[in-house]
T-cell receptor, first 111, second 114 residues
Framework: GDSVTQMEGPVTLSEEAFLTINCTYT??????LFWYVQYPGEGLQLLLK?????DKGSNKGFEATYRKETTSFHLEKGSVQVSDSAVYFC??????????FGAGTTVTVRA | DSGVTQTPKHLITATGQRVTLRCSPR?????VYWYQQSLDQGLQFLIQ???????AKGNILERFSAQQFPDLHSELNLSSLELGDSALYFC?????????????FGSGTRLTVV
C-alpha cells in the first residue's frame, strides 16, 4: 500500500541554520504530496503541496520538490527561526479518500 | 483559526464510558475526515463522510462510530472506552471528495481515559 517514510527526529538547530527533512514515498500511481506542520497544542496546518512530478511547493520560506525518479519530497528552509519549532509531517494522496502520513519529525530551533 | 471547529478541546472520562466528539467543517466543505493521533501509532485515518454519506473506513474500532448530519457537522462516538483510547482526535474537512488537494484540520479534542 501507499506509505511515507520521513527522517526520524528530533532535529535541533540554531537560528539561521539550514533545515532539511527527508521524505520518501511508496505509491502505485502518481500521488499528490504534502507537508503539514503541527505547532505545540495545535492541529495540523498545510504547509505546501505538489500534485505532479517536478512541481515545487513553497510557503513561508519552505520548499519541496516532487522528484518522481527518487520518489522523494524533501522539505528545506534556508534560514530557520525559533518560530519554526514544530512537528513536520510528510503525507501523500493517491486520489482516494485519505492522506497517508509519515511519523512526523520534531524540529527545535534554538535562539 | 482554520475554520474547522472541534468541541470539546479536552475530555477526561473513565474506562467503560461513552463520549461524543463534535466537528463543524469549514464553510462550503462537504467532506469530513476523522483521525486519531497517538504517540505509538502516529496519525491514523478513522473514517470519511461526504455530504452525509460514509465514503471510507480506515482503522476504526467497532466500539467507535460516526455520522454526518444534514447541516454537515459530524460526530464521532466512542464507547466502552479503554485506557488505550487516550489520544488526540482530529477532524478535517475539504470541498472535494478526494484527498488530492489536502484538507484543513481542526485543533483537535484531547481525550484522556482514566
Amino acid at each position: 500500500g501507499d506509505s511515507v517514510t520521513q527522517m526520524e527526529g528530533p532535529v535541533t538547530l540554531s537560528e539561521e541554520a539550514f533545515l532539511t527533512i527527508n521524505c520518501t514515498y511508496t505509491a502505485t500511481g502518481y500521488p499528490s504530496l504534502f507537508w503539514y506542520v503541527q505547532y505545540p497544542g495545535e492541529g495540523l496546518q498545510l504547509l505546501l503541496k505538489a500534485t505532479k512530478a517536478d512541481d515545487k511547493g513553497s510557503n513561508k520560506g519552505f520548499e519541496a520538490t516532487y522528484r518522481k525518479e527518487t520518489t522523494s519530497f524533501h522539505l528545506e528552509k534556508g534560514s530557520v527561526q525559533v518560530s519554526d519549532s514544530a512537528v513536520y509531517f510528510c503525507a501523500l494522496s493517491e486520489g482516494d479518500y485519505k492522506l497517508s502520513f509519515g511519523a512526523g519529525t520534531t524540529v527545535t530551533v534554538r535562539a | 483559526d482554520s475554520g474547522v471547529t472541534q468541541t470539546p478541546k479536552h475530555l477526561i472520562t473513565a474506562t467503560g464510558q461513552r463520549v461524543t466528539l463534535r466537528c463543524s467543517p469549514r464553510s462550503g466543505d462537504l467532506s469530513v475526515y476523522w483521525y486519531q493521533q497517538s504517540l505509538d501509532q502516529g496519525l491514523q485515518f478513522l473514517i470519511q463522510y461526504y455530504n452525509g454519506e460514509e465514503r471510507a473506513k480506515g482503522n476504526i474500532l467497532e466500539r467507535f462510530s460516526a455520522q454526518q448530519f444534514p447541516d454537515l457537522h459530524s460526530e464521532l462516538n466512542l464507547s466502552s472506552l479503554e485506557l488505550g483510547d487516550s489520544a488526540l482526535y482530529f477532524c478535517a474537512s475539504s470541498v472535494e471528495e478526494s484527498s488530492d488537494y489536502g484538507y484543513t484540520f481542526g485543533s483537535g479534542t484531547r481525550l484522556t481515559v482514566v
